[in-house]
C-alpha cells in the first residue's frame, strides 16, 4: 500500500476514501492512537474550543446516510470491548440494554454503544461505524484495494479536535493492524516544512513488505516495550550532542520504564515538535545559548511560546545559510541520528531588512510526571525516512531528501 501524505504546516494528512459511492475525508495520520475517525455530518458535526477559521478548506465530513454500505458496529465485536477498555465481552452489551440470557446465548446484535476517546489534550465523542475502505496499492502502480468492513469512529462531537485521525498504533483498531499489515510495518518521509498547503507535492507513505525490505544500510534502534501501554511505539534515548562537541546526558527515564508505565520516548507523527524533560529541555537550552553569537529576538519568543530565537543576518535574502549549532541524538544500539539542517531552527517569517528570526522549535515537556518521559515529534523528522519494522521490533532512521523520494514514487507534479 503506498499512500500519499498532504502536509499542512503542523501535520500530514492522509485521504480516506470510504462508503460507497466513496467519501473522501483528509485526516492526520498518528502513530500516536489506535482509532481512526473522521467527523460525520456536515451540519451537525461540532468541534468545542476550536479556531472556526482553521482548515476549514479540508474539513470535509463523512455521511453514513449517503453510503449503501455503511452500519453500526456490533456491541460484540472485539473492536467495540477494545475501544470501551473492557476487560469483560459482556459490558458493552450490557451497557447496550441487552439481557443476560442473550448474552449467554451470544444472541445480542445491538449496537456497540457510543465512546469517549481522549488525547493529549482534546476528547472525541461518536459511535463505530463499519464501511469499506480503499487504498491504493503499491503495486501495480494506480491499483487500489478495497477493505470491506473496516472499523472507524463516526464523530459526531469533539474538544479540540477540528481534523479526523488516522491510528498508526499497534492496537486492534489501527488501520495497519486492520489492513493485516501488524506483522510487517511502514515506512514515511515526512518533506520539510517549506512544502506546507503545496498540492504538487506529497510526502511517501509505505505500508507493507516493501516499506521494510532492502533497509539494511540504515541505523536501526529497537522498539522498547512498554507493558502498561503496549500500543505506542518507543525509542531509548543515551545523550544529545550539540555540534558534535557538548554531549548532554540525559535521564534514564528517556530510555526505561517504572512500574507505572512511564517513561521512554514516544515517537508521535501526530506531535509537531520535539518535547524533552524540563531538566533536560533548558540544559540543551543553556548549551546552545553557549555556542551562539546571534543577537536574540526576544519580542518573538515572547510573541511565539519559543524559547530560543535568533536574528540572523542573510545578506542575499538566503535564509539557508547559518551557523547556528547542529543537535545529534544518541540512541540505542549506538544510533547516531544527526536532526538534518533546519530540524531545529526555523526561519519564522520572510527576511526583513536582510535579517530572519530562526527559533529552536523544541519544547520542554509538562511537569505531569505521568506518561511519556519524552517526544519526538514530526518536526524533527522532516527529510528523514522512517522505517517502523514491526516484525523485527526496530525503527530505522537514515537522513533523506524527501522531496527527491516523492519524485521517485510520482508524488511530484512537474
Not at 529576538?297 to 542575499?316: H, Q, V
Not at 536582510?354 to 517526544?375: R, W
Request: aromatic share 10%.
Amino acid at each position: 500500500m503506498m499512500e500519499p501524505l498532504r502536509e499542512i504546516g503542523d501535520g500530514y494528512l492522509i485521504s480516506l476514501n470510504v462508503g460507497n459511492p466513496p467519501q473522501t475525508i483528509q485526516v492526520y495520520m498518528d502513530t500516536g492512537s489506535d482509532l481512526t475517525w473522521v467527523p460525520c455530518g456536515n451540519l451537525t458535526f461540532n468541534c468545542i474550543d476550536c479556531d472556526d477559521n482553521k482548515n476549514r478548506n479540508i474539513m470535509a465530513s463523512f455521511s453514513p446516510f449517503s453510503s449503501s454500505s455503511s452500519i453500526r458496529d456490533s456491541c460484540s465485536s472485539l473492536f467495540c470491548i477494545d475501544i470501551h477498555s473492557s476487560d469483560n465481552s459482556y459490558d458493552p452489551c450490557t451497557v447496550a440494554g441487552c439481557s443476560l440470557v442473550t448474552l449467554l446465548k451470544s444472541t445480542c446484535y445491538r449496537p456497540c454503544p457510543s465512546f469517549a476517546y481522549t488525547y493529549g489534550e482534546g476528547v472525541v465523542s461518536g459511535i463505530l461505524t463499519r464501511d469499506t475502505l480503499r487504498v491504493h496499492a503499491s503495486s501495480p502502480a494506480g491499483a487500489s484495494r478495497e477493505i470491506p468492513k473496516f472499523c472507524f469512529g463516526c464523530i459526531g462531537t469533539t474538544y479540540r479536535e477540528p481534523i479526523g485521525i488516522a491510528g498508526f498504533g499497534k492496537g486492534p483498531l489501527s488501520l495497519p493492524s486492520q489492513l493485516g499489515f501488524l506483522q510487517k510495518g511502514f515506512s514515511y518521509c515526512f518533506l520539510s516544512f517549506k512544502f506546507a498547503n503545496d498540492p504538487n507535492i506529497s510526502s511517501p507513505l509505505i505500508v507493507g513488505d516493501q516499506a521494510i525490505s532492502s533497509k539494511e544500510h540504515m541505523q536501526f534502534t529497537p522498539m522498547l516495550k512498554c507493558p502498561v501501554y503496549p500500543n505506542f511505539y518507543y525509542i531509548g534515548l543515551e545523550a544529545i550532542s550539540v555540534s558534535n562537541i557538548t554531549s548532554t546526558e540525559v535521564p534514564l527515564s528517556l530510555r526505561e520504564f517504572d512500574s507505572l508505565g512511564n517513561g521512554g520516548m514516544l515517537i508521535d507523527s501526530g506531535t509537531t515538535y520535539t518535547h524533552l524533560p524540563k531538566p533536560l529541555y533548558t540544559n540543551l537550552l543553556t548549551v546552545l545559548q553557549s555556542m551562539t553569537t546571534y543577537p536574540r529576538a526576544t519580542e518573538t519568543e515572547m510573541r511565539s511560546g519559543f524559547d530560543l530565537c535568533y536574528r540572523i543576518p542573510c545578506p542575499k535574502n538566503n535564509t539557508l545559510e547559518d551557523d547556528l549549532p547542529s543537535i545529534t541524538f544518541h540512541l540505542l544500539n549506538n544510533v547516531t541520528l544527526a536532526l538534518p539542517h533546519g530540524n531545529s531552527f526555523y526561519a519564522m517569517a520572510a527576511p526583513v531588512n536582510y535579517t530572519v528570526v530562526k527559533c529552536l522549535l523544541f519544547q520542554s515537556m509538562d511537569d505531569n510526571v505521568y506518561g511519556p518521559a519524552g517526544i519526538f515529534g514530526s518536526f524533527q523528522q522532516q527529510n528523514m525516512e522512517v522505517v517502523y519494522d514491526l516484525e523485527k521490533e526496530r525503527i530505522g532512521f537514515q537522513p533523506t531528501d524527501c522531496a527527491l523520494a516523492a519524485a521517485s514514487q510520482g508524488l511530484r507534479k512537474v
